[in-house]
């Protein structure tokens, strides 16, 4: 190991001075003429080598106690080297927008598809307009807190910038420190968090969608009353189903790729939702005629064609189409089950108050609502009901999908007053 140098830090000549060493080196014929001093004015320079070798130096001003302050950087420094907790300042210099572009490198290709997009969008509208052009090292907590609280709207929004910028910050970190702490670390979503009625979250009952399906062109009876409404598949699950998916002896549909909507257009995923997704659905009766119907109609081919190219749809594979023989998308399925809504009284809009955006009621989405709650009031088990709905968590099924029957309500009234023959367990309390 070299010795280390006997004059670090050291003084540093200055144009300004009038020492004699500063006088040398900066000639008053070429410098301009200064007052002769004894002692020179010119700032301390700390030199060191980084973990890989490289020279570096910082100056620090006399009129602020320059030596001692290079001194004790130094030895700071030396320690952080030594210890491996150096960390470049220079590093952290780096604007967010250009170290965005170095995480999204790596992130663009981890993840679903959907969730690569909504990552992308909420960084495009809420953190690159206001701290793409601020450096790491200068961003703040309360800085990015009042940001968060006062220009984001709405608690879902505010929680998934949240988790993006804490994401982002935290990978600074882990390159070689670029910042020594992350600000976004304990940023909080302050929105009210938005609850809803349990009333608003019930299925329609089975009334309500008898007035639907009946409302509903004959060929989207096939799709919605005979199909999913039999099923409960996702509707980019049933969009996704091809000849080699179906067991014609045991009447199975096997889930093993989507159809997605990837800004716009649709593309094949080879994974559902989650793994738990990939799966084997049993048809009843209704559901597998309405898979025969399909399948008469548009005599889908039975070859098996990679994914590949996501856009390469493959269309004369599906079984499942629009009414024009296309892929199944967000409009053809949307359009006329909102149209039947509407036509049959049932329909409710509201305007979500975070996004301005307006929302129906009920959704096709719905029947995983419904079917779940008639496996679980028929006495089905939840780890069977977790597998038919490829859900990744049984207790999800429960405590979301899960709702009350018709005539609960009737029900619990006539126990407690004992109109069902019963005693009441209720007495006064005197």
């Not at 301390?44 to 290079?70: E, V």
């Not at 882990?174 to 992350?182: A, P, Q, T």
């Not at 019930?202 to 009876?221: D, G, S, V």
């Not at 089950?337 to 096709?364: L, S």
Request: hydrophobic residues 35%; aromatic residues 8%.
């Amino acid at each position: 190991m070299p010795r280390r140098a006997q004059n670090n830090p050291r003084q540093i000549a200055s144009k300004a001075c009038g020492c004699a060493r500063c006088l040398e080196e900066f000639p008053p014929k070429e410098y301009g003429e200064r007052r002769p001093r004894r002692d020179c004015i010119g700032a301390w320079q700390a030199r060191y080598r980084d973990p890989a070798g490289k020279q570096k130096a910082r100056n620090f001003p006399l009129d602020k106690g320059g030596k001692k302050a290079a001194e004790a950087f130094l030895d700071k420094t030396r320690t952080a080297v030594r210890e491996r907790t150096y960390r470049d300042p220079e590093r952290g210099k780096i604007t967010l927008g250009k170290w965005w572009a170095e995480f999204w490198e790596v992130q663009q290709k981890k993840g679903q598809t959907t969730t690569r997009n909504r990552k992308s969008g909420l960084w495009r509208a809420h953190i690159e307009p206001k701290w793409a052009e601020w450096r790491l090292i200068d961003l703040e907590y309360m800085a990015l807190q009042k940001w968060l609280s006062n220009e984001v709207k709405g608690y879902e929004t505010q929680k998934k910038v949240k988790e993006l910028l804490d994401a982002l910050l935290d990978a600074a970190i882990k390159d070689g420190e670029r910042i020594s702490v992350n600000p976004a670390e304990h940023l909080e979503a302050t929105a009210p968090k938005p609850v809803k009625h349990p009333d608003d979250l019930k299925p329609p009952t089975a009334a309500q969608y008898a007035l639907i399906h009946a409302a509903l062109p004959e060929y989207y009876q096939r799709i919605f009353r005979d199909f999913a409404y039999e099923t409960a598949m996702r509707p980019g699950e049933v969009a996704g189903i091809r000849l080699h998916c179906l067991d014609e002896e045991e009447r199975l549909i096997y889930i093993k790729e989507i159809l997605i909507s990837d800004n716009g257009r649709l593309r094949r995923q080879e994974v559902p939702k989650t793994e738990a997704g990939l799966r084997a659905v049993p048809c009843t009766p209704t559901a597998w005629a309405a898979v025969q119907w399909m399948v008469e109609k548009w005599k889908p081919k039975g070859t098996r064609s990679r994914v590949g190219d996501g856009f390469d749809l493959h269309k004369e594979e599906l079984i499942f189409r629009g009414p024009r023989g296309g892929a199944l998308n967000v409009n053809n399925i949307r359009r006329p089950w909102r149209r039947a809504c509407i036509q049959a009284g049932v329909a409710r809009k509201t305007i979500n108050e975070e996004t301005g955006r307006p929302e129906w009621w009920p959704r096709p989405y719905e029947y995983r609502h419904d079917v779940t709650s008639r496996l679980h009031h028929a006495g089905v088990k939840e780890v069977d009901a977790q597998r038919f709905l490829g859900q990744k968590r049984g207790g999800k099924v429960t405590w979301i999908y899960t709702h009350e029957s018709e005539g609960a309500r009737e029900n619990v009234r006539a126990a407690l007053t004992g109109e069902d023959g019963r005693v009441s367990g209720l007495r006064a309390v005197e």
